[in-house]
């Protein structure tokens, strides 16, 4: 699935007939005084930026606004986040890791699915400003939002959730979507080369690139908490000094945060001024939760997060030389 410049041409023109109708369904709405399921008060979407290969996030109210809408590979940054600061019902346009940020929001009781319409759009990776794949799309291996209302294809085609569950075998269609592209080969790639290194020495290398910025922080769907750990003064989690015990701290502390929680869409790396790659630590520890509890985030709206719930029969790993459940009971251990 290369990005073919006509696909997105068409898709972004069937976006626009999408947008079209759920203004109008819902101007219509407003007209006759009725507050019924058409009624959309806000749609997130993208349109251009000033700088080239770069969008911005727009608010679209009224129909005469969406020949501004911008679609392409270069519809990059997040828009979920949005939706914590709007109220009323809200349209957005999701690629697969909004989607997945979505599934999130309901499954931590930020938003509810009642309030939310959105439009699932196929997607084959975002690019960076230079064309070159963002971080999150180069391993990425979903190409279809897990959750939507409406869905918009590459070829243009447009399905409702209804009809594309009908035969109720979503995850064979979604799974069927992730054929081998561009983006996976160079997964292959990028995992081998993320296996290498894991070491202190890497990790230090990293740090003494971090400037303290907390974009990182701002661009993550996962930290909207009112008051971040690193302001707190009572107590005081940070040193005075931003030196590397500071962005230990910081870095190390948000990595755990976003434990069974991270929707692996790069957007700390993508917005980083200083180009700190740090996120192969939170993608350990999602890996650490999808190998031993079978849990990835924002894939169920259904199912809570793994660090949540306890079973009994749970594995029991420790971080030094830990065994599991099994071979614990085998030496004749209790739980």
């Given at each position: 699935m290369e990005y073919n410049y006509d696909n997105l041409v068409q898709q972004k023109e069937q976006l626009k007939k999408v947008l079209k109708k759920i203004l109008s369904d819902s101007n219509a709405d407003n007209r006759n005084n009725m507050s019924g399921k058409n009624k959309i008060d806000l749609v997130l979407a993208y349109t251009d930026s000033e700088l080239n290969n770069t969008s911005i996030p727009f608010f679209i109210r009224n129909p005469n606004e969406i020949e501004k809408l911008k679609w392409d590979e270069y519809c990059s940054c997040t828009l979920a986040k949005y939706l914590l600061e709007k109220k009323g019902k809200i349209a957005i346009v999701a690629k697969p890791c909004d989607a997945r940020a979505l599934v999130m929001y309901m499954v931590e009781n930020q938003i509810t699915k009642d309030n939310v319409y959105i439009i699932g759009m196929e997607c084959g990776g975002m690019r960076t400003?230079?064309?070159?794949?963002?971080?999150?799309?180069?391993e990425c291996?979903?190409?279809?939002?897990?959750?939507?209302?409406?869905?918009?294809?590459q070829n243009g085609e447009i399905l409702a959730w209804e009809d594309y569950t009908k035969d109720n075998k979503?995850?064979?269609?979604?799974?069927?979507?992730?054929i081998e592209t561009e983006i996976n080969t160079q997964n292959k790639a990028f995992e081998g080369e993320e296996q290498k290194n894991l070491s202190l020495e890497r990790f230090k290398n990293e740090l003494d690139k971090c400037i303290l910025c907390f974009s990182c922080r701002q661009a993550c769907y996962g930290c909207y908490c009112p008051s971040c750990f690193v302001e707190s003064t009572m107590p005081s989690w940070?040193?005075?000094?931003?030196?590397?015990?500071?962005?230990?701290?910081?870095?190390?502390?948000?990595?755990?945060?976003?434990?069974?929680?991270?929707?692996?869409?790069?957007?700390?790396?993508?917005?980083c001024p200083s180009g700190v790659k740090i996120?192969?630590?939170?993608?350990?520890?999602?890996?650490?939760?999808?190998?031993?509890?079978?849990?990835?985030?924002?894939?169920?709206?259904?199912?809570?997060?793994?660090?949540?719930?306890?079973?009994?029969?749970?594995?029991?790993i420790g971080f030094l030389e830990g065994e599991d459940n099994e071979m614990h009971k085998s030496a004749g251990g209790t739980n």
């Amino acid at each position: 699935m290369e990005y073919n410049y006509d696909n997105l041409v068409q898709q972004k023109e069937q976006l626009k007939k999408v947008l079209k109708k759920i203004l109008s369904d819902s101007n219509a709405d407003n007209r006759n005084n009725m507050s019924g399921k058409n009624k959309i008060d806000l749609v997130l979407a993208y349109t251009d930026s000033e700088l080239n290969n770069t969008s911005i996030p727009f608010f679209i109210r009224n129909p005469n606004e969406i020949e501004k809408l911008k679609w392409d590979e270069y519809c990059s940054c997040t828009l979920a986040k949005y939706l914590l600061e709007k109220k009323g019902k809200i349209a957005i346009v999701a690629k697969p890791c909004d989607a997945r940020a979505l599934v999130m929001y309901m499954v931590e009781n930020q938003i509810t699915k009642d309030n939310v319409y959105i439009i699932g759009m196929e997607c084959g990776g975002m690019r960076t400003a230079n064309g070159l794949l963002s971080p999150g799309c180069i391993e990425c291996k979903i190409h279809i939002p897990l959750l939507f209302d409406v869905l918009i294809k590459q070829n243009g085609e447009i399905l409702a959730w209804e009809d594309y569950t009908k035969d109720n075998k979503l995850s064979d269609k979604l799974m069927s979507a992730n054929i081998e592209t561009e983006i996976n080969t160079q997964n292959k790639a990028f995992e081998g080369e993320e296996q290498k290194n894991l070491s202190l020495e890497r990790f230090k290398n990293e740090l003494d690139k971090c400037i303290l910025c907390f974009s990182c922080r701002q661009a993550c769907y996962g930290c909207y908490c009112p008051s971040c750990f690193v302001e707190s003064t009572m107590p005081s989690w940070l040193p005075a000094d931003p030196g590397r015990c500071a962005k230990m701290m910081y870095h190390l502390g948000r990595a755990m945060h976003l434990a069974g929680r991270c929707i692996e869409c790069g957007a700390c790396e993508r917005v980083c001024p200083s180009g700190v790659k740090i996120r192969y630590l939170i993608k350990e520890i999602t890996n650490f939760c999808e190998n031993v509890y079978g849990y990835k985030a924002g894939i169920d709206p259904a199912e809570s997060p793994v660090l949540v719930k306890y079973d009994k029969d749970d594995r029991e790993i420790g971080f030094l030389e830990g065994e599991d459940n099994e071979m614990h009971k085998s030496a004749g251990g209790t739980n």
